[in-house]
């Protein structure tokens, strides 16, 4: 078996909501607190520090972009953010007014790719803020989760049309249906395989689908799990958060999972990324950052 330590850091309160992370080009942790509309930026040993971006505005995925910052969506108001690692913000409003941006990803073009959750489209924006977007041919889809794919285009879930959306740099729009029905796919990313897999949160599986539309499902131990996100973590597994579950997962690209318990009852995992030293990282919604080595050895060792 695996030998998994998981230590947890403490940079927020319990009700500021930390919800994504990712490792930005400082070779920091950055991470943001939906409930408080803040980002926050740690460096794993040292004491976080958080920037004000907007108290309503529910900063939601955060990435790092083409040009050196940090971008974010804001999904309640309706912008996509850039904050420099020294903490200076910018922000543009989304194409639709109120269609609530809510995963982001740079794409092979230069620009960001994010979902309208509200507007049924996938917008793109630019470093220097210009944005257009692309209507879908589904309505009620709600498009969540974006990341670029292998084949030079982006893929992203379609939570309520139950399907994965791939759209190519002309804007060009090709919907897969899941096998499951109800499956509501959410978070997504590109696999160390030639494929993208994602999460299944209301099925309890990780879904696999190569650029030929070829879809593979693997069940969860704990079907009630709900998965939320995923990643690519630094040995060729998969990584994924059981927001239900309490717990972290793995899976290698020949489907075998593992899954292992976050020490705190009731923690809440959402977000997860690869960090900088080389474990990976989980958000958790008690306000904590869980580290999780897959080979057991603390960051003090």
Known sequence: MTCVLVEEHPVTDAGSGLYGVTTGPDDALWFTLAHSGRVGRMVPGEPATTYLV??????TIIVTGPDGALWFTESRAHRIS????????TRFPAPSRDGGPYGI????DGALWFTEMNADRIGRITTDGAASE???PVTGAYPSAITAGPDGAMWFTMNRANAIGRIDMAGT???RPLPTDAAAPVGITAGPDGAVWFVEIAAGQIGRIFPDGTIDEFALP????????ITTGGGGDL???EWAGNRVGSITTDGTIGVHDLPTPRSEPHGIALGPDGALWTALENGTLARIDAAGRSHAG
């Open 54 to 59: 907007d108290p309503a505005g529910q900063p």
């Open 222 to 229: 704990d079907r009630a799990a709900r998965p939320h996100a």
């Open 173 to 175: 729009v090709t919907v």
């Open 134 to 136: 692309f209507p879908l």
């Open 239 to 241: 990584w994924f958060t």
């Open 105 to 108: 990803a740079p794409g092979p």
């Open 82 to 89: 850039r904050i420099t690692t020294d903490g200076e913000t």
